[in-house]
């Protein structure tokens, strides 16, 4: 009898065009913690405090933001097989893209070429004025030299971690180009995410609707598990790696 990984493999092999939406949950064997699992982060904050608006409106808060930052930026995280599956899939031409809802950018670490990156990504800060964008580690120089809460050094504006906040626009652009994709694909794979967060989490039912298989690859349980084709409750790393090898040998027939 064929395991999760086989049946999946299959369904890669047959796609022409699949589409991966990936969450946290695919890096939390990278060592990084998700939001909503057992050893997640909102079981240490309260999302409540961490929002768009008390970021702009509350320099106390925007201090603790950039002392945590900097805590955390130290550490270094690696791809890991789930990662690399992905971007081997990628290179096979069965994967068209990698929606993601990661700010740690381990998908590109990886290999993986086309990723749209929903909630933005944590190696950048952007002003919130002016738009200007640098590297996350020359705000994090400031920081370490004493400056509790950096301001944009060409217009003043306040400083933010180019990371899409609870209560913050998205960028319409990666939006808009990862629905369209979705309506193209004929295989949607969602990894890691508790599918709760919208509108990102739109992106594999707006997959389904318009006619694509829906695979769940999430440890616990999702709402959207009873639309899905196939749902597998393991850690995503060996799960990916088999399927790829898979796919790829049948691919190679
Ligand atoms: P989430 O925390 O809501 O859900 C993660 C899901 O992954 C959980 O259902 C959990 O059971 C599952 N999971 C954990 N480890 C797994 C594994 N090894 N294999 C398979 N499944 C596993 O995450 P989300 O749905 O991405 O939404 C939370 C928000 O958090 C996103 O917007 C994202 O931007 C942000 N976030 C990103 C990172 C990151 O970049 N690595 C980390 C934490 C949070």
Redesign the pocket.
């Given at each position: 009898m064929s395991g999760p990984a086989e049946i999946l493999g299959e369904m890669l092999a047959t796609s022409e065009r699949a589409l991966a939406f990936?969450?946290?949950?695919?890096?939390?064997?990278?060592g990084?913690?998700?939001?909503?699992?057992?050893n997640?982060?909102?079981t240490k904050f309260d999302p409540n405090e961490f929002n768009f608006q008390n970021y702009v409106a509350d320099p106390d808060h925007r201090r603790r933001v950039w002392k945590m930052r900097l805590e955390s930026w130290d550490t270094q995280y690696e791809p890991n097989d789930?990662h690399r599956a992905l971007a081997d899939l990628e290179r096979l031409g069965i994967i068209d893209c990698v929606v993601?809802?990661?700010?740690?950018r381990?998908h590109q670490a990886a290999g993986s070429t086309v990723v749209l990156e929903?909630?933005g990504n944590?190696r950048e800060v952007v002003c919130l004025s002016c738009g200007a964008r640098q590297p996350a580690s020359a705000a994090h120089d400031r920081v370490r030299a004493g400056e509790d809460d950096p301001a944009c050094l060409l217009c003043g504006g306040i400083l933010k971690s180019a990371?899409?906040s609870f209560g913050q626009p998205m960028p319409e652009d990666i939006v808009e180009e990862a629905f369209y994709r979705a309506r193209q694909c004929d295989l949607c794979l969602v990894?890691?995410?508790?599918?709760?967060?919208y509108p990102?989490?739109g992106v594999p039912l707006e997959a389904k609707h318009a006619g694509a298989r829906l695979v769940i690859?999430?440890?616990?349980e999702?709402e959207m598990d009873g639309l899905a084709d196939l749902v597998i409750n393991?850690?995503?790393?060996a799960v990916l790696s088999e399927a790829a090898r898979i796919a790829a040998r049948l691919r190679a027939r």
């Open positions: 990936t969450g946290a949950g695919i890096s939390t064997e990278s990084i913690p998700d939001f909503r699992g057992p997640g982060v909102w789930g993601t809802q990661n700010i740690d381990l929903l909630h944590a990371t899409i990894v890691g995410s508790s599918l709760v967060v990102a989490a690859l999430n440890q616990s999702t393991e850690p995503a790393g």
